[in-house]
């Protein structure tokens, strides 16, 4: 294709991504194949060049960030929670009250649109918003204040992230496997029991609860390092991209490197299971989708050996690294070092696959903010993606960002390679595999939001 193909499909098929998970619609752009050849020719390019030339004392200063302004203490953040929290609850009660239709009800809106799609970005992108709007902080230091009383268990160590990983897992088999995800009373039962079984064990075992097993908290602080603006030094700093996951100090844990695995496997499986080449492994006739319930079984074991696959790749990818470059280092110690460069590349797709929904489906959230706030609504159009300069806007910016996010992680790559080896030869040769890998990603990437889509 020399050409731009561009093509916009709606399918009344069932949820799909995101508020494709609210709406039930699916906005297909299939990006030349020239595009994202050239851009995994130039990631090749920058990488080799990094790799190679990039000084060790210049690695260092592009993530370090500039001072701004002294920083102040979020005193207010056990009332915005609170506040959050009751915005929750009176969703919840809308979801199950409200109208059936997932456009109409403002709980699906909130949930995929709002949260989903919105705030996650906001979060990697900008700023640490979670700190503020956590529905759990707040009533949980309220409830502790009226009673009195200290959570009576401590959090077992031995568990680690393994609960935030087991509820990561299940919230992407609902996300990508449920039939009806977007169902304003599905949805309002799944979110109030996990909101109040969250709050029972924060109540049992303390904040720790919310570090390490919640797993929304934990997503949302792995992708804050990767914010522009964060703290350093009791002020309020600028940087990179991924320059708070760079800090001495921040070394992952097991749990949490597999985590942040998980946020890449699981969203690039979420584009994955759309594409026409998915249902024809399936046997399946994407112009005749027949539902979502008649895949459950074939997409719980896509999500698993997808998110299995890619651990595997990564921990091998890792370890002919380190072999390359003279051993010397445990895999487990690696993997533990570099799955922050992993996060800029999650975070990236994020945003690109979920770019044109958001475009569409965050119309439907203004409209719904006008009508609450006595307006009659907005008009939704879908006109701009039937426009040659939008489409180019649109998928140029998805191939962008995913660049862009591949190039940051192996600016990050490089970086730890250097911390942990200690000399640039054997930074450089580690980093090799890990290179390669990286670019072959950007072409996978690049090729999900290329494919056309059938549901």
Not at 5 to 21: D, F, M, Q, R
Not at 248 to 271: K, Y
Request: proline fraction near 7%.
């Amino acid at each position: 294709m020399r050409q731009m193909i561009w093509a916009t499909v709606i399918l009344c098929l069932g949820a799909g991504s995101a508020l494709a998970h609210a709406s039930e619609q699916g906005f297909v752009l299939l990006l030349p194949t020239d595009i994202y050849i050239s851009a995994g020719v130039i990631s090749v390019a920058l990488t080799l060049l990094l790799l190679a030339v990039l000084p060790e004392g210049l690695s260092h200063a592009l993530f370090r960030p500039a001072p701004l302004w002294p920083a102040m203490r979020p005193a207010l953040r056990h009332v915005t929670s609170g506040l959050a929290a009751a915005a929750l609850l009176w969703l919840i009660l809308t979801g199950l009250t409200g109208p059936r239709d997932p456009l109409a009800n403002p709980l699906p809106l909130a949930i995929w649109v709002v949260w989903w799609i919105a705030l996650v970005s906001v979060q990697g992108l900008i700023v640490d918003v979670w700190r503020w709007l956590n529905p759990w902080t707040g009533p949980a230091a309220l409830m502790a204040r009226m009673t009195g009383e200290r959570a009576p268990l401590r959090y077992p160590r031995a568990l680690g992230h393994l609960p935030a990983l087991g509820g990561f897992v299940a919230f992407g088999a609902f996300l990508l496997a449920d039939p009806a995800p977007a169902d304003p009373a599905r949805l309002s039962w799944v979110v109030g029991c996990y909101w109040l079984g969250t709050l029972a064990a924060v109540m049992l075992f303390g904040p720790k609860w919310l570090l390490r097993a919640e797993f929304v908290t934990v997503l949302m602080r792995s992708y804050a390092g990767m914010s522009i603006i964060g703290r350093a030094s009791g002020r309020v700093a600028l940087g990179l991209p991924g320059w708070k996951l760079l800090r001495p100090a921040r070394t992952m844990s097991a749990g949490l490197a597999l985590f942040v695995l998980l946020l890449l496997g699981t969203g690039s499986f979420d584009g994955l299971n759309e594409t026409f080449w998915w249902l024809g492994l399936l046997d399946i006739n994407p112009l005749e989708f027949p539902g979502r319930s008649a895949v459950i079984t074939p997409t719980l074991w896509g999500l698993l050996a997808s998110n299995a696959a890619l651990i595997l790749v990564f921990a091998v990818t890792l370890r002919a690294g380190i072999t390359i470059a003279g051993g010397g280092v445990p895999l487990g110690r690696a993997m533990r070092v570099f799955a922050p460069s992993i996060l800029p590349i999650a975070l990236a797709y994020h945003i690109a696959h979920y770019l044109t929904s958001f475009l569409v489906d965050g119309q439907y959230v203004l409209s719904a903010l006008s009508r609450a706030l006595g307006g009659d609504g907005l008009r939704v159009t879908t006109g701009f993606l039937n426009t040659p300069g939008p489409v180019k806007v649109i998928w140029l910016s998805q191939a962008g960002v995913v660049v862009a996010g591949h190039v940051i992680a192996i600016l990050m790559a490089h970086a730890l390679a250097l911390r942990l080896l200690g000399g640039t030869r054997r930074a450089v040769l580690s980093q090799l595999p890990l290179a390669l890998f990286m670019v072959a990603y950007t072409f996978f990437g690049l090729w999900l939001l290329a494919s056309p889509r059938g549901m």
